[in-house]
Every structure is written in structure tokens, then in C-alpha cells.
């Protein structure tokens, strides 16, 4: 008769509290002796000669408060903003997850990474780390990418890196000039705006444009999370998809903090409800358009993984979803047989594992990673497999403890790499509730356009009490015809009841959320609101031949509701410095339950005349 199986482990729950700081290790396996010395000063027992963890061990987010719901399953809804309040600090959520249906439309209409090529930095840093008999190749930043629509097969992308050269030990673009420092959501569920815009899109377009933080004119000021996340939280502090705010990133950018500050407190309601009415931000919001959007995916696995270090080693920031409130984190230990690289973050906080039974769903960005880093996930005092690797990321708490107990207020934290994984490779742990950390294994990369400029800009003024009752779009053809041939649907001011199976592979059709029944400016009077709108890739994608040398442009404006009537006070095409080229007569006129469509004759600007050879 077989004996019975053994019980399995009990989870490791780390008990409250951790008695120290953050260990700063020294590098350098010369002084390893004096860091574990040091280590036994804060009542660690390594067992013999092998590997040490701290006896301190970090506390897990608590369970929801409140009974916090579940976050959404609907595009669009709004229940994850959520305040926890824990350990004297008050965390904030915020991150709304798309239905099945949506998420499969995601996979299905965005590009997915392929492989890597390596930077001028990713280079440096690389050889730094490794001999070459030949140096490897680099490319331009902001072109190192290749991006697939939709989602290779498991075969196609396990071989897609094959030729992609070894990648440094470690890196952290938290201390790269060009990090825009720790950000704060404060009391708003704006988490999918901080990572994206503040963190990820500040950080990669100034590495891009090679702007340097404290070197006067050509210091990078941070992007504004306030520009997106009253546009995507459906007239609320309801928090946001991901989706939302990245396709205002892509086709409408997003100013700076200067131009538009940013303040996280919920008083006055404005901070979260008011979109911008200023034609001028609006334009300036245009220079930080991204150039595209790629979805780095399987982060369960190494390949996966591999191709976002190598993102990460190129100096760039990524962005993911997880549930937050089910971190379970356990303190960086010290590896004797390891490098002081990986030892130098003993005592920081490391989330191990993720448990589906307490749901929170927040948005944060990946700031560097670390092979070395060794973290005891099963408690045996031993190196195991599993337990070697994370990934750095900073969260937008500001510099509130976090987690509780655990005297950690640097805003940043690890992920363990065993942890992506919806099964452990570390043996003895218990895996009851587990789930991988990274919501659907998948991070985002903003590829930022190292210089931009538009050609052609639409310019028009509404005014409706009701912003979520009002659908926008540009349209495009040849002065010889009276109906666009070509339409484009912006992801500001649309209607927010789109059907996901409907749109197909038109990602510009897809709603992200409306503002709510309020006016533009937040408020529930009727108030008016000049909007700028892009049309460069619209005149991009029109290749039909132009007669008589002039675009016909088209504003299509639709009322959703009868009896509060659309104001069109003006209509005009400018060019990208806002100089108007031509403007629609006869406004303003008004659109109550219907569609009104207004077109303007719009000449092709006039190239610079060549200078006069001197004699």
C-alpha cells in the first residue's frame, strides 16, 4: 500500500513588520563579508555557509476593504477606483479590466513584439557586461522594435529572438536622467494615467529625444496623467482601462505638467472631470503623440521575458495590470555564491506570489530587473530554482509605505520572475489561489517618435451640456465629391457604446469610456470647448490623386439625444503651428438628434521657395 502524499506547505504568510530599512548592499565581492556581517547585526541566522534571508519578514497587502468589488469585466464600467487605507497610507486603485470579448479584440488588433534589436545604450550596457569578438549591432532609439498585428504562434515567437545577443545582468532606468522621480496618484484612481503617461511615456519619449533632467532648457518635463484620465473614466473617479488611455497617447498625445498640472486631490471635482477647452494645449498635447503601441506577451515564459529585458536594457519603462491587494512579498535575502549585484538588494521588498482571493486591480510600470536578486520563496534557506530573478517596478503611491509594515517608502519594489508564472518552479510552495501577477502575461511598450510634428490640424468648437451624447469624426476626399472617402474616428469625444465585436480591425473605432453627462469643462452647465484634432494620418492613408491641389475635409457631428441640441460654433483646418488654411462658413449652427456633416476646401500648403544661390 502507498503511503499517503505529504500535506503541502503551508503558504509562507509573512508575519507583520520587518525590523530594519532597506539594506544598502556594498558591490563587490571584497566586501561581501562586511554586508553579511551586517546582516547578522539585524538578526538574520544564515544556516552554515549557504545562502541567507531576513528573519523580518514583509507583510501582504491586507484583504479589501469595504468589500471592495470585484474590478470590472465590462468596458468601460468603474468600479476599481478604490481607496485602501493601511499602515498610516492610503493606497489608491484604479484599473478597470476589459471583458473577454474586449481583451480578444486587444490580441487580435495590436501588435505584439517580436523581437528586440539593441539601442546605442542597450549596447553600452551590454558590453559592459559581456566579451564580444565583435561588437553587436544597434540601431536608432525608438526604432528597435519589431512588431507583429496580433499574436504570433507559441513556435513563431519562441524563434523570433533566437539571433538577439545576451543581455546585461541587471539594469535600472529609475537612475537615468531622464526618469521623471517617484509620481503620486494622490486620491484619484488615475493609476492607468500615471503609468502610462507620467512614468512610461514621460520617461521613453525623453530617453528618445535624448533630454537630459537638470541641464536647463533641455530638462524633460513630465507628461500630464490630468490630460488623459478625465477623458477615459466615464464622468467619474471610476478609474480606466488600459485601452482609454493609450489610444488618447496614440492619436491625440498628451501635454506636459507645465502645460496642464496635475493635482490628485478630488476637490475641486474639476481635477478628474475637466477636460481641456484650450485649443493651444490641445496642440502642444500633439508634439507627444506615440509613434506606435506594442504588447510585449507569454511573460510567463523566458522567451517572453527575455524580449522585455531587452526593451528594459534599451533604457525603456513598460507598463502591466495586476491585482495589487494579493501581492504577497517576501524580503530580498543575501546569496554568498552570488553577486554583489544581485546582494545589494537584500531586505527589499519582493512580491512572490499573487492571490486571485483578493482582487485590486492597479495599473504600474517596469523600471529595470535584476537575474541575480535571490529571494528564499520556499523558506529553506537554500537557492532553489524559481527563486533567482525579478523585475524592478515603481508604483504611484508616492513615497507612502508600501508594503505595510515593511518600512519601505522608496516607491519601488520586485517581482519575482517565479511569480509571473500561474505555476511555481520553486518546490514546497503552496499554490492554493495563486495567480501570475502580470494580468494576461502581457506589458505594454509606448514606442515614442523622436520628433513630431502634424501637417494638417482640424479645429472646431461645441457646446452641449452633455459631452457623452456627442460623436466626432473626420473625413477626407477630393473636392470633386461631397462625401468623405475616407472617415476617422478619434478616441476623444466619442460615442461610448460601441459594440467590440463590431469595430473588426479598425482600432480607431473602439470607445474608450466618454466623460460622463457633463459639460467639457466638468461641469453640468452647458459650456463651451475648442478641440484640435489631428488629421496627418488621415491625409497619410488618402492617396487618391487631388485635381485641383486642395483636400476636402470633413466634420461629422452626430447628437445622440433629442432635445439638448449641439452648438457647432466654428470649423476650421490649420496647419501644424495652428495658422488657419481655410474655414467653414455659416456657423454656428446646431444638430439636435441627427448628424450634420460640414466640409471645408483646404489648398495644399505651398512649399518654401528654394533659396537665391548667393553670387
Known sequence: TAEPAAAPAPRRKPSPGISAPVIAMVAGVVLLAAAVAAWFLLGAKPAGPGPTASNAKLAPLPPRIDEMPLPSTKPNSSPAATTTTTGGGKYRLGLNQPSPALQTWIRKSFSSVTSVQLNPLGKDRTMATHNFAVPPPSVQAGRELTLVKGEPSESTFAMSGSDEPPLPAAVDNSQLPCFPGVGDQGNLGSCASFSNVYYAASHNFALVRGLKKGT???????LSPRWTYPMVNNGG?????????????RNHGVPTMQE????????????????????????????????????FIHLDTEEGQKKLKAFLANGYLATYGTQVLGWE???????????????ACAGQPVCVQCDSDRPGGHAMTIVGYNDDLWVDINGNGKVDPGEKGAFKIVNSWGNAEWPQGSGNTTGFAWISYDALKAHSAVPGVNEKDRIPVIMFNEAWAIVPQAEYKPTFLAQFTLSNAKRNEIDVRLGISTTVIKSP???????????????????HDEPDLMTIGMGGPLAFDGSEQETPGTFVFDLTDLVASFTDPLPDNQYRFYLIVTDLKAGNPTTIKDFSITDGDGKVLAQAPGLPKQVDNDTMTLSVDTPLPKANPAPTPAP
Do not use: C
Open 237 to 249: 473617479d471610476n478609474g480606466s482601462m488600459f485601452l482609454s488611455v493609450l489610444m488618447l497617447l
Open 485 to 503: 472617402a475616407k472617415v476617422w474616428r478619434a478616441s476623444a469625444i466619442t460615442i461610448s457604446d460601441i459594440d467590440p465585436e463590431a469595430v
Open 260 to 295: 496642464y498640472p496635475y493635482a490628485g486631490d478630488p476637490n475641486p471635482p474639476s481635477n478628474y472631470l475637466g477636460w481641456s477647452t484650450d485649443p493651444a494645449i490641445w496642440r502642444a498635447a500633439l508634439h507627444n503623440r506615440a509613434g506606435d503601441l506594442g504588447r
Open 329 to 343: 512579498f517576501q524580503p530580498a535575502g543575501i546569496d554568498p555564491a552570488g553577486s554583489a549585484t544581485g546582494n
Open 216 to 222: 536647463g532648457q533641455m530638462r524633460p518635463e513630465p
